[in-house]
């Protein structure tokens, strides 16, 4: 089980940003996404339609106490965050762990999350975004091969083209 | 030369997802993001202010027309689009191409992007996030080297840390 936490989401201003976090870790191979923050059925929606139309299994849910889930977890945890341990010298170790919980930011990340996760773990030690981070983590951890990743009870799925679009199943 | 192209930017809604794309091109290797749709001066500033800390080159502009971008290109491009050929398939290929335009939406893409770009390249064949397929992309262009990119007239850089955040040289 790969589940990935997105800290302090806020309706008005992280919508689109935590729907994509949510949709990279549905199609990077992540079984589940919990946010912490405001709760925002509109957020659930735009996942659960995603999860619908193309696959799943996938969840999302809202969670009131991060540092609960984190100490809660069974498994291991980690912290993407850009102060961390770069992921190219921890990643042989974090592809050994079968319950990985990723936590991501989040505008300001409590200070205990980085004493609660098991790792701090960097994707590159410049500023950039949860999403890359998220994405660039799970292609690594995956080594690839979520990209051909089938998911179950999809209504349509896409047949790749040189151009242009083509969509098989059903089209809502 | 790697460039990015981002489609269609609306001030409102686009901000942060837009800042996104812009720090993850230059974080990942990326030396320039030409933007079209709404031109954004706090868009600007945002990417700006980030390369003046953390070091460049890199490079934010906008454009009138994708079109005549895309066109005038000396070099190779591709659109990064759910609908188009696996990059897994591709990038032996795209990793030859040493002046390249990379193209990413946008709510809408005009058809004729589709035709214009060289290739249209796939991250999954799942609806995810422009900000993480750009991501992917480029660390699988550079081979995951763009992790041990050193920038230049960087003002800080982050130490990393197990625990905590060590950032050395001049902080604002």
Same mark, same amino acid.
Request: hydrophobic letters at 35%.
């Given at each position: 089980?790969?589940? $990935? ?28 996404? &919990?946010? %912490? ?45 850009? !102060? ?8 042989? %170790? ?36 949860? $999403? ?8 690594? !951890? ?16 896409? $047949? ?6 083509? &969509? ?5």
């Amino acid at each position: 089980m790969i589940c $990935v936490l997105r800290l302090g989401h806020r309706i008005e201003r992280d919508k689109r940003l935590s729907t994509h976090c949510g949709l990279v870790a549905r199609a990077f191979g992540a079984q589940k996404l &919990v946010y %912490t923050g405001q709760k925002d059925s509109g957020l659930e929606e735009s996942i659960n339609s995603v999860t619908n139309g193309w696959g799943g299994p996938f969840q999302i849910e809202h969670s009131e106490s991060a540092r609960k889930l984190i100490k809660d977890w069974k498994g291991k945890s980690i912290h993407l965050t850009v !102060y961390g341990i770069p992921v190219q010298e921890k990643i042989r %170790t974090l592809r050994k762990v079968r319950n990985l919980l990723i936590v991501i930011g989040g505008e300001k990340v409590p200070p205990e999350v980085y004493q609660d996760c098991d790792w701090n773990i960097s994707i590159s030690q410049q500023p950039h975004s949860e $999403v890359g981070a998220l994405a660039v983590f799970l292609h690594e !951890y995956f080594r690839g091969r979520e990209l051909e990743k089938k998911f179950r009870k999809a209504q349509k799925r896409v $047949v790749p083209q040189e151009r242009g679009k083509k &969509v098989v199943g059903q089209t809502p």
